[in-house]
Nanobody, 116 residues
Framework: QVQLVESGGGLVQPGGSLRLFCAASGFSFSGAAMTWYRQAPGKERELVAVISGTGGITNYADSVKGRFTISRDNAKNTVNLQMNSLKFEDTAVYYC?????????WGQGTQVTVSS
């Protein structure tokens, strides 16, 4: 059974940093691209960053390029999101996602709040 469990969210001041973690189980992790999404209040869920199964290919939303870094550890079945220079507009629930076949799997999300 596929499970994705996010952690690492919290309250941070503008300009600060947070590192999000997603622990995955129940599927062939090293063969799966992993994606971080976020959803702010009143807004649609948006893609933040994606990483290939080997970790060799990454892509980012324009809004986070140069500030966020996605990485993965295939030995530990984890995918991380390092977030630096956080802005008010980064406030959202962050979700870990993977697609296996035609099905999309989501974690429960972790709240990130950027506030002074």
């Amino acid at each position: 059974q596929v499970q994705l469990v996010e952690s690492g969210g919290g309250l941070v001041q503008p300009g600060g940093s947070l590192r999000l973690f997603c622990a995955a189980s129940g599927f062939s992790f090293s063969g799966a691209a992993m994606t971080w999404y976020r959803q702010a209040p009143g807004k649609e869920r948006e893609l933040v960053a994606v990483i290939s199964g080997t970790g060799g290919i990454t892509n980012y939303a324009d809004s986070v390029k140069g500030r966020f870094t996605i990485s993965r550890d295939n030995a530990k079945n984890t995918v991380n999101l390092q977030m630096n220079s956080l802005k008010f507009e980064d406030t959202a629930v962050y979700y870990c996602n993977t697609r296996i076949g035609l099905r999309s799997y989501w974690g429960q999300g972790t709240q990130v709040t950027v506030s002074s």
